[in-house]
């Protein structure tokens, strides 16, 4: 059977220092173009031996363009990443924003001379305000995380000016993502953690008995890492506002309510946006990203300086005097920004919810397609993602067994082993962009892995078998890391 992007053979490239061959030249210089250089720089600072490899020029862009087909990418193939989807990003976005207009201005331009930008920063803080349902928003943070950080920072800038010092906890359902604590802890507070129901959702009971003068407030994720929406939002925030609390909203899932349903109407005062997840601006490999901020009216004088606004006909900047400070140096990932500005505008508001439809189509299909062959402890209805798990596997195979075993079929594993809530989690999102013909192959493949782990279980167990490493010694990798080669090892 055949997946698409699956290898037939094992590749194998040596490191480049292995390939060198001495003498051999990739370039050739005219003599007369170096005399004189030796007098460039002082005697003690020059090299007498520079240990490069020495290769023709084929050989270099054949090693680099080999190693190149090693890394999978969304130009590849489907990637399934559940809470950290990677999506569609369209190609004339990133010829737009290479623009020198916007790459080459400075970020200390005078305001009376970047009227452009900021004219889109502006906009861009508007239309997210918009779309999230709130009355302003700051596009200063530079990832999902460090958006957290800010919306927290915030809270406790709120609480410090009226002056309510005993409210120190924030409550956190135990379906959160990872760096809610973190952003908490962060900025002085302590964390309660909210177990959640056997429906995977937050109780209203559980979460009454957590309400105390001492609560700040809630981080809430909805929908949450399970995919679940919170049915009885509405009951949660205000039972946390009856009791003097702020509610928080993780907006990493917003892709999954976008144009849809915005955060605000159900009373979420805070709120970060993933731009390089809901806006379609890639993140893979660990960033760039922007994390930006909306808050609801009476948090607006607590947003991190600076912020654009439009003064006397002129875009500039402003500062607020009861501001949680700045959160860095500068104005937020320009690029990544500008990127989801362009996404929004390609849709226009009346196709922008188009987005999370098609996005909880996708992951419902994917559901319904392989709830048989995998099980499912939550069985509450999901939307963008569904966190499928190991429990019924048969022949000890694990969910990192699974994820190696699409490897060899050619897709790029999901995310495992995660929300922790799950043991042997293995969280698919498919995302909006995928056709269905994609997610028909993938499903193939998927099933193709539970009917061999019953029949052929060694394969499983070994995999992936058509890639250069198969199964290294992931904790010794991990302890003792070869990080560059040493001449004669």
């Not at 190149?68 to 990133?94: A, Q, R, V, W």
């Not at 943070?141 to 950080?149: F, K, N, Q, T, V």
């Not at 964390?191 to 003068?213: A, I, M, P, R, Y």
């Not at 993938?442 to 250069?468: C, G, H, Q, R, S």
Request: charged share 25%.
């Amino acid at each position: 059977m055949s997946y698409p992007g699956m290898k037939d053979l094992k590749l194998k490239e040596s490191v480049i220092f292995e390939r060198s061959r001495e003498g051999r030249r990739g370039y050739s210089l005219p003599e007369e173009d170096l005399k004189g250089a030796e007098n460039i720089l002082p005697a003690e600072l020059r090299r007498t031996d520079l240990d490069l490899p020495e290769l023709s020029e084929v050989d270099v862009v054949r090693h680099y363009t080999r190693l190149s087909t090693y890394n999978y990418s969304l130009d590849h193939g489907f990637y399934p990443l559940g809470s950290c989807t990677m999506k569609y990003n369209p190609k004339i976005n990133e010829k737009l924003v290479r623009n020198p207009q916007f790459t080459e201005l400075h970020p200390e331009t005078p305001a009376p001379y970047a009227q452009g930008t900021l004219k889109i920063m502006f906009e861009m803080q508007r239309m997210l305000a918009e779309i999230g349902g709130f009355a302003a928003c700051t596009l200063n943070p530079s990832a999902g995380a460090h958006g957290e950080y800010t919306g927290i920072g915030i809270i406790r800038s709120y609480f410090d000016k009226i002056g309510d010092k005993k409210r120190k906890k924030i409550i956190i359902p135990d379906s959160a993502h990872g760096t809610n604590p973190a952003s908490c802890a962060l900025n002085g507070f302590e964390v309660v953690v909210l177990q959640s129901d056997e429906h995977g959702k937050v109780n209203l009971e559980t979460l009454k008995s957590l309400l105390t003068d001492e609560v700040a407030g809630i981080m809430l994720t909805n929908p949450n890492t399970l995919g679940v929406f919170e049915s009885d939002i509405l009951a949660i925030t205000k039972m946390v506002h009856d009791a003097g609390g702020l509610v928080y909203g993780d907006g990493a899932n917003m892709n999954a309510l976008l144009g849809v349903a915005r955060p605000g109407d159900m009373g979420i005062d805070v709120l970060h946006y993933n731009l390089h997840k809901t806006f379609s601006t890639p993140h893979g490999g660990g960033g760039p990203g922007a994390g930006p901020v909306g808050v609801c009216e009476k948090l607006v004088e607590f947003l991190p300086n600076p912020f654009v606004v439009l003064k006397d006909g002129l875009y500039t900047f402003n500062d607020s005097d009861n501001s949680m400070g700045r959160v860095r140096s500068f104005y937020g990932n320009m690029g990544v920004t500008l990127k989801a500005f362009i996404y929004i505008l390609e849709y226009g508001k009346e196709h922008l919810g188009e987005t999370a439809k098609n996005a909880v189509l996708n992951a419902n299909y994917i559901k319904a397609c392989l709830r048989d062959y995998y099980h499912l402890k939550y069985k509450s209805d999901t939307l963008h993602e569904v966190v499928f798990d190991d429990s019924e596997m048969p022949n000890h195979i694990t969910t990192m067994d699974i994820a190696k075993a699409l490897i060899d079929r050619g897709y790029h594993p999901p995310t495992v082993y995660f929300p922790l809530i799950v043991h042997g989690a293995l969280m698919i999102e498919p995302t909006e962009s995928e056709s269905k013909e994609t997610l028909d192959e993938f499903i193939e493949a998927m099933i193709d892995i539970a009917e061999t782990a019953k029949t052929n279980p060694e394969n499983i167990l070994n995999a992936p078998l058509n890639t250069a490493v198969s199964r290294p010694d992931e904790t010794l990798a991990a302890r003792k890391p070869v990080l560059k080669w040493q001449r004669g090892e």
